[in-house]
T-cell receptor, first 117, second 116 residues
Framework: AQKVTQAQTEISVVEKEDVTLDCVYE???????LFWYKQPPSGELVFLIR??????QNEISGRYSWNFQKSTSSFNFTITASQVVDSAVYFC??????????????FGKGTKLSVIP | DSGVTQTPKHLITATGQRVTLRCSPR?????VYWYQQSLDQGLQFLIQ???????AKGNILERFSAQQFPDLHSELNLSSLELGDSALYFC???????????????FGDGTRLSIL
């Protein structure tokens, strides 16, 4: 069975601070995919990143960066110089690997980020 | 805009009733996934269809059913509704096949179902 744990339920930061959202996962698969999604107050789910288990290189996209460490089963998400528009609930998710036939996502409970002006 | 369209956006009904939620996937996507988001259970996978056929089932109640039509749109049918079925129901689509690997799922805006 797959499991995703986001231990931080809620985080508040002041604008321009950096913030890291933690994600720890469990899976018996040797290959798998990890995702981050953003859910702003308007409710939609926005895809941010997909990372396969073969690739442990960190990734940066603008103010966003992701740190994947297979040894600790973690896939953490850092927002640099946070902005009010970053306020949202962020979900980490895990799915089976290539050839599994179905790639349903197992989500963590989410971390609610509030950026205070 | 994800390209995934869900209707209706809001649905209010009473216990015991039946409703149908509709989803149109992104152009070219063959896979449709349904998820339920509730306060107590979080985001949970319900069911997946790929090119008209059921591919996987998650925590879907027997009172719930789904189908995917030849034009690839999908419907989620919820019957004998209970108060606990109140939730946000998401549809997601992807171009996921075994050959292409696990393509990201793109989500619709959801249907908020309220049971009175």
């Amino acid at each position: 069975a797959q499991k995703v744990t986001q231990a931080q339920t809620e985080i508040s930061v002041v604008e321009k601070e950096d913030v890291t959202l933690d994600c720890v996962y469990e899976t018996r698969d040797t290959t798998y995919y990890l995702f981050w999604y953003k859910q702003p107050p308007s409710g939609e789910l926005v895809f941010l990143i997909r990372r396969n288990s073969f690739d442990e290189q960190n990734e940066i996209s603008g103010r966003y960066s992701w740190n994947f460490q297979k040894s600790t089963s973690s896939f953490n998400f850092t927002i640099t110089a946070s902005q009010v528009v970053d306020s949202a609930v962020y979900f980490c998710a895990l799915s089976p690997a290539i050839g599994a036939g179905s790639y349903q996502l197992t989500f963590g409970k989410g971390t609610k980020l509030s950026v205070i002006p | 805009d994800s390209g995934v369209t869900q209707t209706p956006k809001h649905l209010i009904t009473a216990t015991g009733q039946r409703v149908t939620l509709r989803c149109s996937p992104r152009s070219g996507d063959l896979s449709v996934y349904w998820y339920q988001q509730s306060l107590d259970q979080g985001l949970q996978f319900l069911i997946q269809y790929y090119n008209g056929e059921e591919r996987a089932k998650g925590n879907i109640l027997e009172r719930f059913s789904a189908q995917q039509f030849p034009d690839l749109h999908s419907e989620l049918n919820l019957s004998s509704l209970e108060l606990g079925d109140s939730a946000l129901y998401f549809c997601a689509s992807s171009n996921g096949t075994g050959l292409l690997g696990n393509q990201p799922q793109h989500f619709g805006d959801g249907t908020r179902l309220s049971i009175l």
